[in-house]
């Protein structure tokens, strides 16, 4: 319990899980997973108990709807960096949002797509580091056949030689190519 110039504010909770009255009048909820940095918070102002004054229906929902997107950017983010650096999965996060409380099935949409994003970015490396290797592999291949050829072996002879280690048709061509432009380079 706390006390100020605009009211007294109380707490209560349990690790993992709190309600909080401010002294502005404002309820938070918070949940969160210990541990993990992974936490909702929801904050609303109690309505007037007086009947007479209709809450603005209008600016409540776009407020709530605001802090509804907020806290979603926060939870994508968070998760990011939660199965990024310390190896959590989608699924575990989830089960232990929904173990806390967190059961807004828009809110645990943000834990999916991160996982989408980690996955997208994941299978961009991957076909970079594909692109890389074979690259160099090529490179590799062409300084062979480069040599083969300053040392006055025909470019068929070459590629019978490329054909028995294996290297297709297309990659032959490439291969030889590339050893010509190696062999002019170095005249």
Known sequence: MTASKSGIGMSAGVPGARV?????????????VPGTGLSHTSAWKRPKKSPTTPAPVSSDLTAEKQSLEADYRTLYRTAVQQMRDNGFT???LMSQL???????????GAVR???KYLKSEAKKTAKKNAEAAKEQELDELARGAA????????PR??????????VGMMARGEVISRAKKFNKQLR
Request: aromatic fraction near 2%; proline fraction near 0%.
């Open 157 to 166: 002879h070459v590629d019978a030689q490329l054909k028995e280690h294996g």
């Open 20 to 32: 909080t009255k401010r002294a502005d009048g404002r309820v938070q909820t918070t949940v969160s």
């Open 147 to 154: 040599k083969m050829l300053r040392e006055g072996m025909k």
């Open 113 to 115: 797509e991160a996982d």
């Open 98 to 108: 929904q173990e806390q409380g967190l059961t807004d099935r828009y809110l645990l």
């Open 90 to 92: 989608a699924e575990e």
